[in-house]
């Protein structure tokens, strides 16, 4: 990973910067046409709004990224889109279906890989799997005929007899990502799918998702690696402080410059003060 | 390394700064000190359990001291000159010391507020910490009671020794020995424990191998327990006579161990054996020695292998997830993963592996006690109503797994019912066979068809209370493979309430049945005691029906509200 070491001095973003694209209205009715569309999201813990109305539309057919620093709302904003945590006000809509309306036609349409959450990990993956793909209703010879190919595809064929609390970090992530992919859905919300990922597990992953988008299927992955969302996503969304800071295709956010740019100049950033560590340097 | 720095870098890389050089040791030894104090401290913030059983602890802890006191005041004027005093306390010595080592190892493993492993990164020697490892543990509210203990006893074996002892020369030389042989007791006290421990930590070990251990570690404490608790009952019939002997020479042979050796020294000295004083402080000296190096090599290899402990685990059989009897539905999906995480995760292993321990408790009391016998009946029967308990925090265990079911929309009947069928399969046949072994062995086989119906409806009416209550009142558990011993959910007050609902939910819709069990016990004859085995499975059925059905509702309505609630184990 760089680091922006090259930019300016960090400056807070002006209004009229925000959003390459126009700013969507909390009341605006959802768009269904959309792979998912979120108004007016808001959340609060013990008495603090962490989401502050964010509203948000992904086309159908997009890879799109959403990126923010640590603590932004990106994954309470995530868990409220897929089912995880009743949103204080606010709706998502997943290919025209309300999450919190028709849940569970919202869930058949939906794959989810949440982050920083352990899985039924006594399992080991083939069975994870058969688990997951009977509870979505599936019959048996399909989840088994699904199962296998997916094992093989993630190279996790091998793994048979090994519990997923013993796998690795890359591991987990990829028996996480075919128990979201199981069922075909049309869409796939996916938390840091790449976090702690090794480069080879990681190049599966990206192969899988791109080829997944090619195929006519939209994934929203959140990430605080740029350089990740620039070479995968065709749109992107950046989330700061619960609210969102600007979204549209990756070329409208970030202009002329690189996204971590455009990042560090809306997000803010900290300088480390000259000389203040020269002591490690002598 | 060095190919990608420069000459300059070289050279400021090899340069000795400050902060590598050396650390005198008692540096070391405040800084552990002061280090576990301040953690210690820290560990009661926000945590009212501790604070109360620290208390509760301490109370006990300051009655035991007074109680000693006392004890000492009459041993050592009723024991008067001769050999009973010494006895007593070569066999306090014992107790001491074997204690120090059983207790840790059996049931509450030693403070590891300091785990050496966590200094593994620091550049400092297993030599240099130790001292300051061994200060940290001295200091704990047990080490201080056991020196307060030890402090009792000196005096009063100092008093004995200037009244009653001997003669002038035993008494001075016994008198000099008495404060070091007592400091080294209590040194081995702290040693012990640590060294095996260490030991243990240090040793890759499988997951499962560890996780077995834990479950393995209570089910013989809880068999040591109740074995005791048998034994004093039976007790009153045994000739003391015939005990004493076989103490006395197990205190004899005891003292030539480590265990009994430090303490046994002064009362050598004071009966006038000089040989087998010298030969004691040796072996005594020795041990701590031996147990001092023992240690540190624990330490050093905990400290060049900090992340073993972690690692490795064996591999499970291969087999399909749904079982054959089962339906490849989402009820038979998880069915089939309750089944495994019963035989895979520790926590529901050791639910259940207390009653078999308990079982053959009250079967054994029965027996020693025949008057008894129809109370440890009718508590084997509510024991085994009581396995359905064992369900009672379904969403709970799951934790932050939940998201999976969640996100795939798992249905909520199928979700409740096959954990119940999983129960049903791994407990049920243990709970019956169980109960009909005892109430054979205790002459009760003309009361099998009661005694069998009864326990069916109170397990199914268990079943019934444990998926509401588990739906109403979830709370958040230790993660899966914690050692049972170590595991504190269960002390939450939100543990405590849904355990005390349920636990009332499971007896009280069955009062009918109960009562007219005790009427055909008391006379009715076995017509009404087999209504009453019949009434008892109908009423278990409908709690289960019911249970079952606004446990669904419950969990169809608010399941993400009950997962946020659980969604990060303690």
């Known amino acids: 990973m760089s680091t922006p070491d090259a930019s300016p001095a960090p400056r807070p973003a002006a209004p009229e910067e925000l959003g390459a694209a126009a700013p969507l209205d909390a009341g605006a009715a959802p768009d269904s046409s959309a792979a998912l569309s979120i108004r007016g999201l808001r959340k609060s813990f013990d008495d603090r709004e962490v989401v502050h109305g964010l509203s948000l539309d992904v086309p159908r057919g997009s890879f799109y990224g959403i990126v923010g620093p640590n603590g932004a709302g990106k994954t309470t904003t995530l868990s409220m889109a897929t089912g995880l945590l009743r949103p204080d006000a606010g709706s998502a809509v997943v290919l025209g279906e309300d999450m919190w309306q028709q849940p569970a036609r919202a869930k058949a349409r939906l794959g989810v890989l949440a982050d920083g959450l352990r899985t039924f990990d006594r399992l080991t993956g083939r069975e994870l799997l058969t688990y997951v793909g009977l509870l979505r209703g599936m019959d048996a010879a399909t989840v088994e005929e699904r199962s296998a190919s997916l094992l093989e595809a993630l190279d996790l064929a091998g793994e048979d007899g090994k519990l997923v609390v013993d796998y690795s970090a890359g591991m987990t992530k990829k028996i996480l990502l075919a128990s979201a992919l199981i069922h075909a859905p049309r869409l796939l919300v996916l938390d840091e799918p790449l976090e702690a990922v090794d480069p080879v597990s990681a190049q599966v992953i990206r192969t899988i998702l791109t080829a997944y988008v090619d195929g006519g299927g939209t994934v929203v992955l959140s990430s605080h690696v740029m350089e990740l969302v620039e070479g995968l996503c065709s749109h992107v969304a950046i989330i700061a402080g619960g609210e969102l800071k600007a979204d549209g295709t990756l070329a409208e956010v970030r202009g002329e410059g690189t996204l971590v740019q455009r990042f560090i100049d809306l997000v803010g950033g900290a300088r480390v003060a000259e000389g203040s560590l020269s002591w490690l340097e002598s | ?570």
């Open chain 2, 1 to 570: 390394m060095a190919g990608v720095l420069s000459s300059e870098q070289t050279a400021v890389a090899s340069a000795q700064h400050a902060g590598h050089g050396e650390i005198p040791t008692r540096a070391v030894i405040r800084l552990l000190v002061g280090l576990k104090w301040t953690l210690w401290k820290r560990s009661y913030r926000k945590n009212v359990g501790k604070i109360v059983g620290t208390v509760i602890g301490t109370l006990y802890a300051l009655g035991g001291l007074v109680g000693l006191t006392f004890a000492f005041l009459g041993t050592t004027l009723w024991s008067g000159e001769g050999e009973t005093f010494p006895l007593i306390l070569r066999t306090l010595g014992v107790a001491a010391v074997l204690l120090w080592l059983l207790i840790p190892l059996l049931a509450f493993g030693v403070d590891d507020t300091l785990d050496a492993r966590a200094f593994a990164l620091l550049p400092r020697r297993a030599r240099e910490l130790q001292p300051g490892l061994f200060a940290a543990a001295a200091l704990s509210l047990p080490s201080l009671f056991t020196l307060a203990a030890v402090a009792v006893a000196t005096v009063f074996e100092a008093i004995w020794l200037v009244l009653l002892g001997p003669g002038p020369l035993w008494t001075v030389l016994a008198l000099i020995a008495l404060v070091p042989a007592n400091l080294a007791g209590i040194v081995l006290c702290l040693l012990l424990p640590r060294a095996v421990f260490a030991h243990q930590a240090g040793r890759a070990s499988s997951r499962s191998g560890r996780e077995l251990g834990g479950i393995l570690a209570m089910v013989v404490f809880l068999a040591v327990v109740y074995a005791f608790s048998v034994g004093m009952q039976s007790l009153g019939s045994l000739d003391l006579d015939q005990l004493l002997p076989a103490l006395l020479v197990a205190v004899d042979v005891l003292a030539w161990t480590p265990i009994g050796a430090p303490f046994a020294v002064p009362m050598d000295l004071a009966e006038g054996a000089v040989l087998v004083a010298l030969g004691r402080a040796a072996v005594t000296a020795a041990s701590i020695w031996l147990v001092w190096r023992w240690w540190r090599r624990s330490l050093d290899a905990a400290m060049t292998s900090a992340l073993t402990g972690d690692a490795s685990s064996g591999t499970a059989k291969v087999s399909a997830l749904v079982p054959r009897w089962a339906p490849s539905t989402a009820l038979g999906a998880v069915i089939g993963r309750s089944l495994r995480y019963w035989r895979r995760d520790t926590r529901y292993l050791a639910a259940i592996s207390i009653y078999p321990v308990m079982f053959v408790f009250f079967g054994a009391m029965g027996f020693v006690l025949p008057e008894s016998r129809s109370f440890m009946m009718i508590m084997v029967v509510a024991m085994g109503g009581l396995t359905g308990i064992a369900i009672s925090n379904e969403i709970g265990f799951d934790g932050p797994a939940g998201w999976v079911n969640i996100t795939a929309g798992a249905p909520a009947r199928a979700n409740l019912l096959g954990r119940v069928v999983a129960a049903a399969v791994i407990v049920l046949p243990i709970v019956l066979v169980l109960s009909a072994v005892v109430s054979v062995v205790l002459g009760m086989a003309a009361h099998l068809p009661v005694i069998l119906l009864g326990m069916l409806g109170l397990v199914l009416s268990g079943w019934g209370a444990s998926v509401l209550a588990g739906t109403l009142l979830p709370y958040p558990t230790s993660p899966p493979g914690t050692n049972p011993m170590k595991d504190k959910s269960a002390s939450s007050a939100n543990a405590m309430l849904s355990m005390a609902i349920t636990s009332a939910a499971v007896g009280v819709p069955q009062i009918p049945a109960i009562g007219l069990a005790i009427w055909g016990l008391l006379g009715g004859g076995p017509l009404i005691e087999l209504l009453a085995g019949l009434v008892a499975v109908l009423i278990g059925a409908v709690v289960l029906v019911v249970g079952l059905r606004l446990g669904a509702a419950r969990l169809e309505r608010s399941y993400p509200e009950l997962f946020q609630k659980v969604r990060a184990f303690v």
